[in-house]
């Protein structure tokens, strides 16, 4: 059974020969009562803010969960950016060391076919040169026979040579070199 501060206050007592005083029992039963609604009054003001701590940590429950799940979105999210960034950027180092390569190979194939090339103008052109000589050489021993066997002077003056009779075969074939030379370089129809 439960006592409640008014049911103190208003307890009674029956009386026996040499029993208590009553008024000092009743004022100490109001002391009581009085006290006791002081705690009870006490008791209920601390559930009271003792339900407005436990409102309020579940509150804070509640964000602290709600952080810890967005830290570890956050974080996870952070990782996948990272893996994806290491990911493009090992892609984007392979291309770009694929197309270096693809230069250097392209521009040392060019400059093999450079080489080749020039080579190869160096070998026509000395070709060109010996040919040149063989047929200046074979020209001019056919000038030295034909100029023994029967010299004309009209044929000479069509090249823009004055030959004459009577000058060394040696001068001639002089003349005849340099006509030549200076036709190679500077060409001009015969006719």
Not at 34 to 54: M, P, T, W
Not at 86 to 114: C, F, G, P, W
Not at 165 to 184: G, H, L, M, N, R
């Amino acid at each position: 059974m439960r006592i409640a501060p008014i049911d103190i206050a208003h307890k009674t007592f029956n009386r026996k020969f040499m029993g208590l005083d009553p008024d000092e029992v009743m004022d100490f039963l109001r002391s009581i009562a009085d006290e006791l609604e002081n705690v009870i009054r006490d008791r209920n003001s601390l559930r009271e803010v003792v339900r407005e701590r436990e409102l309020t940590i579940a509150e804070y429950r509640e964000r602290d969960d709600l952080l810890k799940s967005t830290i570890t979105t956050a974080t996870k999210m952070a990782e996948k950016i990272q893996l994806d960034s290491e990911r493009e950027s090992r892609l984007i180092i392979n291309d770009a060391n694929q197309k270096a390569e693809m230069v250097v190979r392209d521009a040392r194939d060019s400059l093999k076919k450079t080489y080749q090339d020039i080579s190869e103008l160096k070998r026509i052109r000395m070709q060109f040169e010996n040919n040149l000589r063989a047929l200046m050489q074979s020209h001019l021993s056919m000038l030295d026979q034909g100029h023994k066997l029967m010299p004309t002077p009209g044929v000479e003056s069509r090249v823009g040579l004055e030959i004459q009779e009577s000058e060394d075969p040696t001068a001639i074939k002089a003349k005849v070199s340099d006509a030549i030379k200076q036709a190679v370089q500077n060409p001009k129809p015969m006719f």
